[in-house]
């Protein structure tokens, strides 16, 4: 018999930094990942899975909005009629580290009376039919320890393996051999070593993750579905959308798709001189997320000349040094003082961002790009 099994991972519902606010005050990135939910409810409409797997990270935090609590009810609610089973595991954002809370026990209790809705918070197995679904949930627990706790977890997970059953591995970790975006955070602030936990992932059929925003195959049985939306600068060209595995558990057999959905574009414009930003055309960035990256030295003219870009592009996002080709005259970037250039830096993000709940999250973003850039040029030079 055949099988199909969407996969859908890291949909982030409440997070907004790198967004907007629209003129009612909404932010642009949950338009955005509603339309992305949509265009998936479109594609299960279209497929009609037999299962549906959310591999992590439903929400940006352990303790989301009630608004955003009655969105994703209303989108899991809304497809118990277009499969037979939907299994939903919580990720690191979804899990927290000082308190005992998860943001899945709200959705748990909500499906409670779907019999074939299944929201695991910690390790277990769902059989459905010709299938064994063993799940690894990223839980309180495990944020509270190191990540030496989760190996653990996923190095016992075989002892879950039902025979004559096709298995499939469920987890939320990233994988040290894995393709990222340079500003993913990292769990626990490291990730799992891939010849630490292959040999306990080889023993089953599919091993179906969440936490690395770009999709891809690892080996010949893990895959990443990827966020559902770009959520960064650093996701610019990346193709979002979800998995369909269809599982042959007569032969074993097992082939994948990557179905594509439309996300709105985050694009980066780089400048040497102010006036070029003229030769761009607004239209050509309409319902994009701008950057502007100038090859200037000073806050001051960052303050300066962001409303003429917000004003000629209408949806510019942020203006900020391009530190890749900083320089000033008779001087290279490793004679500039960068400890000065780091603290206007931050001090910039911390005054365009005062008011973002993720504000701690874009001065480390800021940090970071600064250092590895300032890293960069040191070694060229």
């Known amino acids: 018999m055949i099988y199909k ?14 967004s907007l ?37 439903i929400f940006q935090i352990p303790k989301p909005s009630p608004i955003y609590i009655s969105k994703i009810i209303e989108i ?15 990720g690191n954002h979804d899990s927290s580290p000082s308190a005992v809370y998860n943001a899945l026990q709200p959705l748990k209790s909500a ?15 769902i059989p459905h039919q010709e299938l064994n679904f063993v799940c690894v949930p990223h839980n309180n627990e495990i944020r509270r320890k190191p990540a030496s706790t989760l ?9 879950l393996l039902k025979e004559n059953l096709t298995n499939i591995f469920v987890s939320h970790f990233p994988i040290d ?17 891939f010849k630490t936990i292959k040999k306990s992932l080889d023993v089953f059929d599919l091993c179906l993750l969440g936490d690395i925003h770009s999709h891809q195959k690892l080996g010949e049985n893990i895959f990443y579905s990827g966020s559902i939306i770009q959520n960064t600068f650093s996701e610019e060209g990346e193709e979002k959308g979800v998995y369909i595995h269809e599982v042959d558990t007569t032969d074993g057999t097992i082939e994948s798709k990557f179905h594509k959905i439309q996300s709105r574009q985050y694009k980066t414009i ?8 003229k030769e761009y055309s607004p239209d050509d960035y309409r319902n994009s997320i701008i950057r502007i990256k100038l090859n200037i030295t000073g806050t001051e003219k960052l303050f300066d000349y962001e409303k003429k870009f917000k004003d000629h592009f209408s949806k510019s996002f942020m203006v900020l040094s391009d530190f890749s080709q900083l320089k000033q005259t008779g001087m290279t970037l490793k004679k500039v003082n960068s400890s000065n250039l ?11 961002y005062k008011d973002d709940p993720d504000l701690d999250f874009l001065l480390r973003e800021g940090k970071d790009i600064l250092e590895k850039k300032i890293e960069e040029k040191q070694k060229d030079l």
């Not at 932010?27 to 299962?51: F, G, M, R, S, Y």
């Not at 190996?151 to 002892?159: C, G």
């Open 76 to 90: 899991l609610s809304s497809w118990k009629d277009k499969c037979f089973c939907l299994i939903a595991i919580s």
């Open 151 to 159: 190996i653990n977890f996923i190095n016992e997970s075989p002892n």
């Open 342 to 352: 780091m603290e206007a830096t931050l001090a910039w993000i911390k005054e365009v």
């Open 111 to 125: 499906t409670k009376h779907i019999s074939h809705y299944h929201i695991a918070l910690e390790t277990c197995t």
């Open 21 to 57: 606010l629209d003129q009612d005050g909404y932010h642009t990135k949950q338009k955005d990942t509603e339309n992305a939910l949509q265009q998936i409810t479109e594609i299960i409409n279209e497929q009609e899975p037999d299962v549906i797997v959310v591999a992590g990270d």
């Open 5 to 18: 099994i969407l996969q859908i991972a890291d949909i982030h519902l409440g997070r907004t930094n790198h």
């Open 270 to 277: 780089v400048l040497e001189n102010f006036e070029d930003y």
């Open 177 to 193: 051999v894995a393709t990222r975006f340079f500003d993913e955070s990292q769990l626990l602030g490291e990730d799992i070593q």
